[in-house]
């Protein structure tokens, strides 16, 4: 039987040499089973034609059929839109755009008959379809039951290359194709996952006989997508486990235990003490640990560092906690040793403003082991640093890490130290696993009790006069203000420009208060002197860019407003959001922005103004987004080109394919029974011209 993978598309009746270079160059489609993996994105049900009297509020996507009786434009600017009254004898119903109108009421014609496809919502007690799909009435006719539809460019349908056109060339292509199909899955895995046959799935994934066939197909084929991507990644993860014995922590010991009793000012929430446990579990194995902790902002995770340190410690082994400005490593700093104070470790912090003399004691403890647990910056993985002992290091804040320096970290010991990770940049659990395959991942979802959660609001910034009226009483409430203002890159003069202005502009405003201002060019020192005016009360409001964004703790702090919030991502908006509501005080958050939007910032706003939690938030960025865009995903650089599967959405798909694929290299860890076979064939195809996903983490 011959490859497919090596059937040139041209020789497709319906393709031929120039459609063969244009699905080429367009898109990247060579062989038979390109074509074959081109999928449809989309499939319209035209087995059933509506009345418009049968329509109710909540209906999925229907069809209709009739004629446009009326064109009527209303409103200006961005609230302009052309409505077309559409009726069939029965009823009648508003067709609605926002976009593209005068092209729209080019297009169509009052008294022709048109099959009008979307879905109906109930508006002002009025049925409309908003952006509905229109086709002359007859095209229908020919193409019963479930239509599917190609994505074709803008070249290609110039060359009357478009999905109609798509359509007959895959079935084509059917009919010419050696069936049926070679599996690409072996027996088990396919019982064990409930999935149907390759060979099924690629007919109806094409030519659907069924909704229900429909959806076995897709569901196949995006497993098996999911499936191949994890056992790949899964692979290396293994073979570097294997390599990497870790030591082991064989007690909890008295530092644990006595602080859990004496020194913790509050019962641990549950989620915090499921982390610990986990965290315990992977430092006694034997094995090193690479975990990944998130938790949204203030959901208490140095406490976690702090007691998996205390794990260390009791195991003779020093630990480490590094964060990515001085600011964080100082607050850490005072933190930890206030709370560890009673055991009597010793506690130094690390940073590059140290002075020389200092630096050298703190290089002393930690050679000769009389340091337990150090805080710090990049300090400290500079090569002059050595430990006695290094068990474990904990990251806080990941995205600012690169690879690179956490792989210094690595050489600091005879053995990788545990390594734990801690980010409160959520990233939904589905992306973590494929872009992170080689860390654990533990989340802490859930916050400490008796946190008033924080009122989020969105203003133009022609209404300032109200707000700032707002903001005095809360000063005089006896509370502080953070005004963050937008610096796209730290060394934009314009940006800076920007913040200053912002400054003199508040001094103004608020002659009675005190306004301090904190950015990236400043100085360390500079920066701190900032900071603590603020942190001690001296100073009211704080007018800074983005550098606060990460882990300031200031409880007192009740008003963050965000300027320009339209420039920022949601992660961003979130961090940011995070420097506040960590009082008993009600907090706020105010999001300005200038009446010109776009549909995706009033989006992302509108998210903002909903909700809360970082997980929904993170989730919602990568449906607006996309993967491709996440923060850490640019990071390692890997392009999402899935077929058919979308992390965003297929959560559950991916877990399953998780733990098939994981099930599969715990019995095979080589791939070498004679049924898995086939599983290093397609891992080869699959991966051979992709990247090393190995190198990822
Ligand atoms: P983040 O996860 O953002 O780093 P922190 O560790 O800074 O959060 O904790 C936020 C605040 O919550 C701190 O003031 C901390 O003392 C407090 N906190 C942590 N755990 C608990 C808990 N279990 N109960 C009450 N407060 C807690
Ligand atoms: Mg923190």
């Known amino acids: 039987m011959p490859d497919i993978s090596s059937l040139d598309i041209k020789y497709i009746p319906g393709v031929g040499p120039q459609r063969a270079i244009l699905l080429n160059k367009e898109l990247n489609i060579f062989s038979w089973e390109d074509l074959l993996t081109y999928y449809p994105y989309k499939y319209i049900d035209r087995s059933r034609t509506y009345k418009i009297n049968e329509i109710t509020g909540n209906m999925p996507y229907i069809q209709l059929r009739g004629f446009i009786t009326h064109f009527e ?201 499921r982390v610990l446990r986990e965290i315990r579990a992977d430092v006694g194995s034997g094995k090193q640990m690479n975990r990944l902790l998130q938790g949204d902002v203030g959901s208490g995770k140095t406490l976690v560092a702090l007691m998996s340190m205390l794990m260390a410690v009791d195991n003779g082994f020093q630990a480490c906690l590094m964060a990515p400005t ?98 409160a940049t959520p990233i939904p659990r589905t992306l973590a696993m494929t872009v992170y395959g080689d860390l654990d991942v533990s989340v802490i979802d859930e916050l400490p009790p008796g946190r008033k959660p924080i009122q989020t609001m969105h203003q133009y910034d022609n209404r300032r006069g109200a707000l700032y009226a707002a903001i005095r009483k809360q000063i005089e409430q006896g509370r502080q203000i953070y005004i963050v203002y937008p610096l796209i890159q730290e060394s934009e003069k314009s940006d800076l420009k920007n913040l200053e202005e912002g400054f003199e502009h508040i001094q103004e405003v608020f002659p009675e208060y005190k306004v301090c201002m904190v950015h990236g060019k400043m100085k360390p020192a500079e920066k701190d002197a900032e900071m603590q005016k603020f942190a001690s009360g001296q100073a009211h409001i704080m007018v800074a860019t983005t550098v606060i964004e990460v882990g300031v703790n200031v409880p007192n ?105 994981s099930e599969v290299l715990e019995k095979d860890p080589n791939l070498s029974d004679n049924e898995h076979h086939i599983l290093n064939i397609q891992l080869q195809k699959i991966f051979k011209k992709k990247y090393n996903w190995s190198l990822i983490s």
Request: glycine share 8%; proline share 4%.
């Open 557 to 661: 702090a009740s008003v963050m407003i965000i300027e320009n919030a339209e420039r920022f991502g949601l992660s961003q908006l979130h961090q940011l959001r995070g420097r506040v509501g960590r009082g008993a005080d009600q907090s706020y958050c105010i999001l300005m922005t200038s009446h010109k939007l776009s549909e995706d910032t009033r989006k992302r706003l509108d998210i903002m103004v909903q909700t809360n939690d970082g997980f929904e938030i993170s989730e919602a960025d990568l449906q607006l987004r996309g993967p491709g865009d996440m923060e850490g995903t640019q990071q390692s650089g890997i392009a999402f080109d899935l077929k058919i599967a979308n992390i965003a959405k297929d959560g559950q798909i991916l877990q399953l394919a998780r733990n098939i694929a």
């Open 326 to 423: 001085e600011i964080l490593a100082s607050q850490h700093f005072e933190t930890i040793s206030e709370l560890v104070k009673p055991l009597g470790l010793r506690v130094d912090l690390l940073t590059g403003s140290t002075k020389k003399k200092e630096r050298e004691i703190i290089h002393d403890g930690l050679l000769t082991g009389a340091t337990h647990i150090t805080i710090g910056t990049h300090a400290l993985i500079e090569d002059t640093v050595g430990f006695s002992n290094l068990g474990l290091v904990v990251i806080d804040e990941q995205h600012r890490f690169g690879v690179a320096q956490r792989a210094k970290l690595w050489k600091k010991n005879s053995r990788p130290p545990h390594i734990l990770v801690m980010t």
């Open 73 to 273: 434009t209303t409103g200006e600017g961005r609230a302009r839109r052309l409505t077309a009254r559409f009726s069939d004898g029965t009823g009648e119903i508003e067709l609605v755009w926002f976009k593209g109108i005068k092209y729209i009421a080019e297009k169509y014609k009052l008294r022709t008959e048109y099959t009008v496809f979307g879905k109906p919502t109930v508006f002002n007690s009025r049925l409309n379809i908003a952006h509905p799909e229109i086709d002359p009435a007859e095209a229908i006719d020919k193409t019963p039951g479930l239509q599917p539809y190609y994505n074709t460019t803008e070249k290609m349908k110039t060359h009357s290359l478009n999905s109609k056109v798509m359509q007959k060339i895959m079935q084509n292509l059917w009919n010419g194709i050696p069936l049926p199909l070679p599996e690409t899955l072996p027996a088990w895995i396919i019982a064990r996952a409930h999935v149907i046959y390759r060979n099924e799935a690629l007919r109806n994934i094409h030519f659907p006989l069924s909704p229900d066939l429909l959806r076995k197909a897709q569901f196949r084929l995006k497993f098996e997508e999911l499936f191949y991507l994890q056992l790949n990644i899964l692979r290396f993860t293994k073979l570097q486990q294997h390599k990497l014995g870790g030591f082991r922590f064989d007690t909890i010991g008295e530092n644990f235990n006595r602080f859990y009793r004496e020194c913790l000012p509050f019962e641990l929430t549950n989620a915090q003490k």
